[in-house]
Each structure stands twice: as structure tokens, then as C-alpha cells.
């Protein structure tokens, strides 16, 4: 892949954690059009991979985020964008923050919620 070249979803979904996590430049991860390969590479780069998410198979928990994240509302429509400023500025980063680990503490439920429907 070209310096310049963005990862499709479906290259990503193809991925190990290790390989996500390894991504040196988030921003080759936006033409996936999800939030989620972003919040997967974060929970890998801050080690917070075993402690959330154990037993994820990288597939699952990238759809899962997705749908969490869907569904998630931040509380009112002005929380919302106020959260989603925050998380487009600190989730890239990949260094740990108290407001991305807040927002992964809101969804991680329903994620979990997903994750065994995936296992049934």
C-alpha cells in the first residue's frame, strides 16, 4: 500500500488486532467510512484490548462498535456533538483519555450486547 493510500473497510475487517493497531497514521483509516476501526486501533494502542474485549474476534468487535456507536446518543443532540468533536480529536491520537475511555465505558454494553448475539 502507497503512502497515500486509504485502507477500505473490508481490508481492515481482513486485519489482525496487531496489524490495526499498528497503523502508524490513523487518517489511512477514514475512506472506511466507520468510527470503529479508529476505536478498535485506540482500545489496542492503549491496551485496553483483553480488559474490554477479551474474547473478540476483530471482525465482530469492528461491526459491533459500529452498531454501538449507532445507537449510542451522548445524551442530547448538542452532548452529542460536542462528544464527537472530542472523540474525532483524541480517539486518532491513540494515547490514553479520560473522555474516550468515558465514551467506550457508555458503549462497551452494548457492544458486549452484540458480541453475544454474534456467539449464539
Not at 93 to 115: K, M, N, R, W
Amino acid at each position: 500500500m502507497s503512502v497515500y493510500a486509504q485502507y477500505k473497510y473490508e481490508e481492515v475487517l481482513a486485519m489482525t488486532f496487531n496489524q490495526l493497531g499498528s497503523i502508524a497514521d490513523p487518517m489511512l483509516l477514514m475512506a472506511t467510512g466507520r468510527v470503529s476501526p479508529m476505536v478498535v486501533r485506540y482500545v489496542v494502542r492503549t491496551d485496553q484490548l483483553k480488559f474490554r474485549f477479551a474474547d473478540a474476534s476483530l471482525p465482530d468487535l469492528l461491526e459491533a462498535v459500529n452498531a454501538a456507536h449507532l445507537a449510542w446518543d451522548g445524551g442530547n443532540p448538542e452532548q452529542q456533538r460536542d462528544w464527537a468533536e472530542r472523540l474525532s480529536q483524541q480517539i486518532p491520537i491513540a494515547e490514553q483519555d479520560c473522555g474516550v475511555d468515558s465514551y467506550l465505558d457508555e458503549i462497551t454494553p452494548s457492544v458486549h450486547a452484540f458480541l453475544k448475539q454474534r456467539r449464539r
